[in-house]
């Protein structure tokens, strides 16, 4: 071969890898909205964040594979904290968290793929206000009375407070409030229950 047939060669080479890598671009991670955006005092809040690009491998079990995954935290101005991952509500496109107990402000969401953050720019682009999380009292729920205070097995209870979903267990997609958040079970027990 000719010393000019192996630059051709050589050349076409590279500008087909171009091509290639111009054409075949892996997509890049993105978070485009958040839901809901408002939530309980005291955590357990699910939010589902929609996307693209999500982790595909759920699993970080082993050496060196603890980055592998989603991970979720959201970050006021002076406090930042994890959102706990529920797997069976995450694919490429759709990540669900619950919150834990924080205190009332507005926290960003920030996501990390695979041990890699996704760029601040690439939340919520159209609206940033989309990607904000913002925990209340009024979304907390709460036990105001509780009545009798004691009784044998078998004792009707009456409790009264604000209980945010009229799902009890039913079929029901929806609460009345719009809310799929059902209530499914309520312990009563002493101090060392938490």
């Given at each position: 071969m000719a010393l000019d047939d192996v630059t051709?060669?050589?050349g076409v080479r590279l500008l087909l890898l171009s091509l290639t890598l111009r054409c075949c671009k892996a997509?890049?991670?993105f978070v485009s909205e958040i839901e809901p955006q408002k939530g309980s005092?005291?955590?357990g809040t699910r939010i589902t964040i929609t996307g693209n690009n999500f982790a595909r491998n759920l699993f970080?079990?082993?050496a060196g594979n603890s980055h592998l995954g989603n991970k979720v935290y959201l970050v006021s101005s002076t406090r930042n904290f994890e959102c706990t991952i529920h797997p069976d509500g995450c694919h490429e496109k759709q990540i669900t968290c619950y919150t834990p107990k924080m205190p009332t402000a507005e926290y960003s969401v920030r996501v990390y793929v695979d041990g890699v953050r996704i760029p601040d720019e690439e939340h919520c682009k159209a609206s940033r206000?989309?990607?904000?999380?913002?925990?209340e009292a009024h979304?907390?729920?709460t036990i105001d009375y509780i009545e009798p205070t004691s009784g044998?097995?078998?004792t009707l209870v009456k409790y009264r407070g604000r209980i945010i979903t009229s799902l009890f267990?039913?079929?029901e997609v929806t609460s009345t409030n719009g809310q799929t958040a059902r209530f499914v079970s309520l312990y009563k027990c002493n101090n060392q229950c938490l």
């Open positions: 051709w060669y050589v997509a890049e991670s005092l005291n955590g970080s079990f082993g206000s989309k990607c904000i999380f913002k925990p979304y907390t729920p044998v097995p078998g267990g039913s079929n």
